[in-house]
């Protein structure tokens, strides 16, 4: 069912944790499954120098969040908006497709933390909030304050 790379992810997750002086965090929640994305980024020069996750959801979750931090680690912001879920997925050698929604996550997750860079820097973002009837997110997954 999981591909190896998608069990090793899960088992032995990377850059699990939170980043005390980080200067982007984003939240994502899927309201379908109950999974919940936080990740944090440490940016200098536009460049992600650490980046790290908490999730609370399925083992594909986890996996998707670990391998998402894995591509984005040492990565320009700009190449790190352009990650698709489909890269995590293919990175983690496929996904079932009632999990791909998990890898979907993984991509809103960066781009919420992006975009929270962007606006402490007083930047323009190009927000992925959702209020019900979200083209980005096909309706199931909404960004949750940074608060929680």
Known sequence: MYSEKVMDHFSNPRNVGEISDANAVGTVG???????MKMYMKIENDIIV????????C????????????LVKGKTVD??????????????????????????????????????????????????ECHG??????HAHHHLPQNE
């Open 30 to 36: 899927n309201a379908k499954c109950g999974d919940i």
């Open 50 to 57: 650490d980046v790290k996750f908490k999730t609370f959801g």
């Open 59 to 70: 083992g594909a979750a986890i996996a998707t969040s670990s391998m998402a931090t894995e």
């Open 79 to 128: 190449e790190a908006l352009a990650l698709s879920n489909k890269t995590v997925v293919d990175a983690l050698d496929g996904l079932p497709a009632v999990k791909l929604h998990c890898s979907v996550l993984a991509e809103e997750a960066i781009k919420a933390a992006i975009d929270d860079y962007k606006q402490r820097r007083g930047e323009k973002t190009e927000s992925h």
């Open 133 to 138: 009837d979200c083209p980005h997110c096909a």
